[in-house]
Protein backbone atom coordinates (compact mmCIF):
# COMPACT_ATOMS: atom_id res chain seq x y z
CA UNK A 1 0.00 0.00 0.00
CA UNK A 2 2.47 2.50 0.81
CA UNK A 3 4.30 1.50 -2.32
CA UNK A 4 1.20 2.61 -4.37
CA UNK A 5 1.49 6.02 -2.50
CA UNK A 6 5.02 6.29 -3.44
CA UNK A 7 4.21 5.90 -7.01
CA UNK A 8 1.69 8.80 -6.67
CA UNK A 9 3.93 11.13 -4.50
CA UNK A 10 6.40 10.43 -7.49
CA UNK A 11 3.83 11.05 -9.74
CA UNK A 12 2.60 14.57 -8.35
CA UNK A 13 6.71 14.93 -7.89
CA UNK A 14 7.64 14.33 -11.58
CA UNK A 15 4.64 15.37 -13.83
CA UNK A 16 3.81 18.23 -12.45
CA UNK A 17 3.84 20.23 -16.23
CA UNK A 18 1.53 17.73 -17.28
CA UNK A 19 -0.77 17.46 -14.19
CA UNK A 20 -1.32 20.27 -11.65
CA UNK A 21 -1.04 17.94 -8.58
CA UNK A 22 -3.34 20.93 -6.71
CA UNK A 23 -5.49 21.40 -9.45
CA UNK A 24 -6.17 17.99 -11.15
CA UNK A 25 -7.17 14.81 -10.12
CA UNK A 26 -4.79 11.82 -9.88
CA UNK A 27 -6.50 10.15 -12.54
CA UNK A 28 -5.23 12.36 -14.97
CA UNK A 29 -1.63 10.79 -14.84
CA UNK A 30 -3.44 8.29 -17.62
CA UNK A 31 -4.36 10.87 -20.16
CA UNK A 32 -0.27 11.00 -20.83
CA UNK A 33 1.76 8.17 -22.47
CA UNK A 34 4.83 8.87 -20.00
CA UNK A 35 2.59 8.93 -16.72
CA UNK A 36 0.33 6.48 -17.71
CA UNK A 37 2.66 3.14 -16.81
CA UNK A 38 2.93 4.79 -13.40
CA UNK A 39 -0.81 5.24 -12.34
CA UNK A 40 -1.00 1.78 -13.51
CA UNK A 41 1.49 0.58 -11.43
CA UNK A 42 0.01 2.76 -8.72
CA UNK A 43 -3.65 0.69 -9.01
CA UNK A 44 -2.20 -2.54 -9.38
CA UNK A 45 0.14 -2.08 -5.97
CA UNK A 46 -3.01 -0.88 -4.12
CA UNK A 47 -4.47 -3.49 -4.88
CA UNK A 48 -1.86 -6.40 -4.76
CA UNK A 49 -1.34 -4.68 -0.52
CA UNK A 50 -5.59 -5.13 -0.68
CA UNK A 51 -5.43 -8.54 -1.83
CA UNK A 52 -2.65 -9.90 0.88
CA UNK A 53 -5.05 -7.64 3.58
CA UNK A 54 -7.65 -9.64 2.76
CA UNK A 55 -6.00 -13.02 3.20
CA UNK A 56 -4.62 -12.00 6.45
CA UNK A 57 -7.14 -11.30 7.69
CA UNK A 58 -8.86 -14.59 6.65
CA UNK A 59 -5.87 -16.53 8.06
CA UNK A 60 -5.97 -14.35 11.36
CA UNK A 61 -9.33 -14.76 12.05
CA UNK A 62 -10.32 -11.13 11.76
CA UNK A 63 -14.29 -10.65 12.47
CA UNK A 64 -15.39 -9.33 9.22
CA UNK A 65 -19.08 -8.88 8.53
CA UNK A 66 -20.47 -9.60 5.68
CA UNK A 67 -21.41 -5.93 5.29
CA UNK A 68 -17.81 -4.50 5.59
CA UNK A 69 -16.48 -7.59 3.40
CA UNK A 70 -19.04 -6.46 0.52
CA UNK A 71 -17.70 -2.65 0.81
CA UNK A 72 -14.17 -3.70 0.72
CA UNK A 73 -15.01 -5.86 -2.07
CA UNK A 74 -16.89 -2.76 -3.70
CA UNK A 75 -13.58 -0.62 -3.03
CA UNK A 76 -11.26 -2.94 -5.01
CA UNK A 77 -14.31 -2.66 -7.86
CA UNK A 78 -13.95 0.36 -7.94
CA UNK A 79 -10.08 0.75 -8.01
CA UNK A 80 -10.01 -1.69 -10.78
CA UNK A 81 -13.04 0.61 -13.09
CA UNK A 82 -11.41 3.65 -12.13
CA UNK A 83 -7.81 1.66 -14.16
CA UNK A 84 -10.42 0.10 -16.43
CA UNK A 85 -12.40 3.44 -17.64
CA UNK A 86 -10.20 6.78 -18.07
CA UNK A 87 -11.19 9.83 -16.81
CA UNK A 88 -12.72 12.83 -19.34
CA UNK A 89 -9.72 14.61 -20.51
CA UNK A 90 -11.23 17.90 -19.63
CA UNK A 91 -14.09 19.63 -17.30
CA UNK A 92 -15.85 20.03 -20.71
CA UNK A 93 -15.76 16.82 -22.09
CA UNK A 94 -18.07 14.59 -21.13
CA UNK A 95 -17.61 11.20 -22.15
CA UNK A 96 -19.36 7.54 -20.75
CA UNK A 97 -15.90 6.51 -19.65
CA UNK A 98 -15.57 9.78 -17.86
CA UNK A 99 -18.97 9.20 -16.28
CA UNK A 100 -18.32 5.65 -15.33
CA UNK A 101 -15.08 6.50 -14.21
CA UNK A 102 -16.29 9.26 -11.95
CA UNK A 103 -18.50 7.38 -10.21
CA UNK A 104 -16.16 4.48 -9.91
CA UNK A 105 -13.99 7.46 -7.69
CA UNK A 106 -17.18 8.23 -5.48
CA UNK A 107 -17.49 4.48 -4.51
CA UNK A 108 -14.13 4.46 -4.26
CA UNK A 109 -13.84 6.96 -1.63
CA UNK A 110 -16.70 6.12 -0.07
CA UNK A 111 -16.49 2.34 0.52
CA UNK A 112 -13.27 2.20 1.97
CA UNK A 113 -14.11 4.23 5.21
CA UNK A 114 -17.33 2.69 5.50
CA UNK A 115 -15.84 -0.56 5.39
CA UNK A 116 -13.41 0.55 7.98
CA UNK A 117 -16.40 1.98 10.25
CA UNK A 118 -18.27 -1.19 10.00
CA UNK A 119 -15.00 -3.13 10.69
CA UNK A 120 -14.08 -1.34 13.37
CA UNK A 121 -18.24 -2.22 15.08
CA UNK A 122 -17.29 -5.68 14.06
CA UNK A 123 -14.31 -5.54 16.25
CA UNK A 124 -15.18 -3.92 19.29
CA UNK A 125 -17.11 -6.30 20.68
CA UNK A 126 -14.44 -9.21 20.67
CA UNK A 127 -11.97 -9.64 22.83
CA UNK A 128 -8.52 -8.93 21.91
CA UNK A 129 -10.02 -6.30 18.84
CA UNK A 130 -10.97 -3.41 21.48
CA UNK A 131 -7.47 -1.22 20.74
CA UNK A 132 -7.52 -1.89 17.11
CA UNK A 133 -10.81 -1.18 16.69
CA UNK A 134 -10.31 2.09 18.06
CA UNK A 135 -7.67 2.85 15.17
CA UNK A 136 -9.69 1.41 12.19
CA UNK A 137 -12.67 3.81 13.46
CA UNK A 138 -10.39 6.79 13.61
CA UNK A 139 -8.99 5.73 10.03
CA UNK A 140 -12.80 5.37 9.30
CA UNK A 141 -13.41 9.27 10.65
CA UNK A 142 -10.77 10.29 8.64
CA UNK A 143 -11.83 9.13 5.49
CA UNK A 144 -15.06 9.55 5.29
CA UNK A 145 -14.43 13.81 6.36
CA UNK A 146 -11.65 13.57 3.56
CA UNK A 147 -13.99 11.89 1.30
CA UNK A 148 -16.41 13.86 1.93
CA UNK A 149 -14.03 17.65 1.30
CA UNK A 150 -13.42 15.86 -2.10
CA UNK A 151 -16.66 15.37 -2.74
CA UNK A 152 -17.53 18.96 -2.18
CA UNK A 153 -15.10 20.29 -4.33
CA UNK A 154 -16.75 18.56 -6.89
CA UNK A 155 -18.92 21.16 -6.98
CA UNK A 156 -17.02 23.65 -6.02
CA UNK A 157 -14.37 24.87 -8.44
CA UNK A 158 -12.24 27.16 -6.38
CA UNK A 159 -11.72 24.25 -3.96
CA UNK A 160 -7.72 22.76 -4.73
CA UNK A 161 -9.65 19.27 -6.37
CA UNK A 162 -5.87 17.44 -7.03
CA UNK A 163 -5.02 18.41 -3.80
CA UNK A 164 -8.36 17.31 -1.75
CA UNK A 165 -8.01 14.12 -4.00
CA UNK A 166 -4.60 13.23 -2.71
CA UNK A 167 -5.12 14.02 1.09
CA UNK A 168 -7.90 11.42 0.41
CA UNK A 169 -5.96 9.44 -0.96
CA UNK A 170 -3.62 9.52 1.61
CA UNK A 171 -6.17 8.66 4.46
CA UNK A 172 -7.00 5.33 2.43
CA UNK A 173 -3.62 4.45 2.94
CA UNK A 174 -4.00 5.19 6.69
CA UNK A 175 -7.40 2.86 7.12
CA UNK A 176 -5.65 0.49 5.23
CA UNK A 177 -2.53 0.58 7.56
CA UNK A 178 -4.52 0.54 10.20
CA UNK A 179 -6.26 -2.93 9.43
CA UNK A 180 -2.63 -4.09 8.26
CA UNK A 181 -1.84 -2.84 11.98
CA UNK A 182 -4.67 -4.78 13.47
CA UNK A 183 -4.05 -7.40 11.73
CA UNK A 184 -0.51 -7.71 12.61
CA UNK A 185 -1.53 -6.98 16.59
CA UNK A 186 -3.42 -10.66 16.19
CA UNK A 187 -0.84 -12.20 15.26
CA UNK A 188 1.24 -11.45 18.40
Not at 2 to 8: D, F, G, L, P
Request: proline share 4%; charged share 10%.
Amino acid sequence: MTAAQAVISLLSLTFTLEVNPIRDPVSDYALHRASRAWFTLAVLLALAGAGALALAARIVAMPVSTGAAVLFGLWALALVTVLVFRGNASAAESTVHGEVHRVAGAVLFGTLPSASASLSRQLLGRPGWARASVRVRTGAVIGLITAFLFGVAQFVPTLPQGLLERIALLAELAILVSVARAIRGATR
